[in-house]
Nanobody, 128 residues
Framework: QVQLVESGGGLVQPGGSLRLSCAASGRTISNYAMGWFRQAPGKEREFVATIKRIGGSTRYADSVKGRFTISRDNAKNTVYLQMNMLQPRDTAVYYC?????????????????????WGQGTQVIVSS
């Protein structure tokens, strides 16, 4: 079992930045691909970013590409989402997710249904 706890959300003005953290416990995240998803009110959950287990390669949703950066620190068992140039359309609850993968895996996981564990979410509100 992996427990994931997100933090770092809050209220920010358009154009501002936030860094979300996802602290894992129970298992080391070094065996997991990690992802960030978000869900805005009245909308379905959507993919934001993912980072591979090995090598740190990343993939982003087109809507956040160039503004958001996902990273991982396996020593701290933590995944981050640096969010810059935030816009009102980024307002959502942001969720961290973990997927157990083989060391040989070369896939990016952009579907929520692929993930094994989820955090409880952290709210991000972008408003003036």
């Amino acid at each position: 079992q992996v427990q994931l706890v997100e933090s770092g959300g809050g209220l920010v003005q358009p154009g501002g930045s936030l860094r979300l953290s996802c602290a894992a416990s129970g298992r080391t995240i070094s065996n997991y691909a990690m992802g960030w998803f978000r869900q805005a009110p009245g909308k379905e959950r959507e993919f934001v970013a993912t980072i591979k287990r090995i090598g740190g390669s990343t993939r982003y949703a087109d809507s956040v590409k160039g503004r958001f950066t996902i990273s991982r620190d396996n020593a701290k068992n933590t995944v981050y989402l640096q969010m810059n140039m935030l816009q009102p359309r980024d307002t959502a609850v942001y969720y961290c997710a973990a997927k157990l993968v083989s060391v040989y895996s070369t896939s990016y996981f952009t579907q929520g249904s692929s993930y094994d564990y989820w955090g409880q979410g952290t709210q991000v509100i972008v408003s003036s």
